[in-house]
């Protein structure tokens, strides 16, 4: 099976905690379920009680419940919907703050990367690429060099040997 990447989409979100953190959020009033008992009042995934905690969201799915702590995306047509914080930092990336993509580099320069970014303070993210990527060519233009010393001098010993 061929493997794909899920395209880069700019999306915006708003962690929602309580009334008023999204525009399209709405409380769930404290009066909805008045009439349900222990477990029949708390949410299933967070086990929060629902009233008074929990908001609702109109997605193109219907209405979601909104938990505290739950992101609400902004999707490309404008749509809403509710996600998950442990889902949501796994799936995206802060803007401002995201690591730039690196699946193009060299693995070593990966490697090399990723021991220098918490030691040194780069002016940038492109410049410490950069700076790796120069090590990294001169490293091995280095090793080329002395491969090529060591088989010159292989090819002398060899030609004395045959002189003998
Ligand atoms: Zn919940």
Redesign the pocket.
Known sequence: MAKYRKKAILVEAVQWFEDGDHPNVKMIPLDRFENRQGADRR?K??E?VLDGI?GEIETLEGVH?V?PGDFIITGVAGEHYPCKPDIFKKTYDNEKTRTPDRSFLPEKVVEELERHIDKIRYRSMSHLVHVILLEWVEKQQKKRERLNNRKSQEEKTNEAMEDD
């Open positions: 949410c995934r967070c929060l929990h419940i938990c």
